[in-house]
């Protein structure tokens, strides 16, 4: 497997493997890799023939009050894991080599942006798609791979490379979760003991409401109530939004009918963690 | 020469071109072409094997106040014109098949875009630099060639195309002026005979201020408040800019040092012309 930090050395590798006539999956993370993200690799290698996974923890996603300094990183146990699952390269650029001084250009996708972690995270996803952007345009993949936890990363993303007629199939992959239901997240470790026996108030509350649209529940508001008063019977979680929304525009909806999309956004402790379910009525 | 109204018939003539290993060179254009149009067709058919010429009327590149509906189009004509100039393909599409129904992803270059015309154009460049980046995606050319009349638009468009990673070589071509001096411009056919007469201060204003540089002046201020006492004599001119402006950040600058822009942007009735010029000092 090869390891790479700048940009050169990305395209002069796609290069060579375009000669060959070989198809490039693309599988973009910020690191501190887990079996999210290795199910994401294991996607991608099925349907493309060569897989390079990218690894960078991107500065302008992250507010100026937010966790870009102390966001996990274990390079070389990311290598490994990596290495294990059969990809071709890792792309792991330093900032600098992403964002050179004078640099001033940004992919902005509104609408869809603007709600659930768009409105509690302002200019997150203008730094996602400009990355993602950037990472497209580097490695020019048939296909990019992206987990449905961040089910409004791909929304955004869908969104931004049909409006910009990028040539890339997005492709996303279900939730990867802990035996006992808690999304996998890198963010996890940041939680004590204590939070993270509390963070399985998520998981348990989007249960509750597949149970309540299997009773016939078709009201978002009633259902939305129902699954507050279960997280704010948690002492230690803090709601940042409960939202039931259309999809793929992320509308809000009073009626559940066909699929909609029931997102959580809960803190515990200084940890924000997000979990979400589709909801078939 | 083939003319082709949606993206998925040049996406295919594009893959077939590549497939004989051919070099691509693309010419977006609002169409109404004239001799500064097809300077910039001669230089991509002189640098590419093969070349593609995007006619649009941009929409999103218009105040809602602006000229969209008035702007001059006649795609027979330069149907014509651009395959006597040996093109190998037109783009020419409707509003609809750039901007389907939902288009909200935007591309926004800050800084550069700032001044200028983007001062006098709020969202132009944007709607600019959104459209440059479609066309980019659509045709991946190995070669874009864009007029240095508008000088600011060049400057956009290589810190996008820097900071984005997108692979495209930005080629800038000389304006093309009548022998009186006019700056070749699709927006030339607004102007009464008066006007056109009048808009001739453009031209003599940038001569008269490359006369003071090379008399010694050095003061920006100084040719500045030259440049528009000429052009208030102009009883038909009214300024919308006077600039002198450091290359390629296009900053303020009060001392006249190496290369700098000129650049003027002036109402004749209600016309806008726009006309630069690079001072040496």
Redesign the interface.
Known sequence: MRLFKT?DEV?SFINSVRREGKTVGLVPTMGYLHQGHLSLVHEAKRSCDVVIVSIFVNPTQFDPNEDYQTYPRDLQRDVALVADAGVEAIFAPEAEEMY?Q???????????SECLCGASRPGHFRGV??VV??LF??V?PDAAFFGQKDFQQVMVIK??V??????VQIIDVPIVREEDGLALSSRNVYLSQEERKAALVLHRSLHLAKEQVNEGERSAQQIKERIIKEIQAEPLANIDYVEILSVP?LKPIEIIKGNVLLALAVRFGKTRLIDNSILEA
Chains 1, 2 share one sequence.
């Open positions: 940009v395209r050179s004078g640099f001033s250009s940004f992919v902005d996708v509104t609408g869809v798609a400009t952007t950037k345009n580097i020019l969104r931004m049909a409006d910009l007629n990028m040539s525009d």
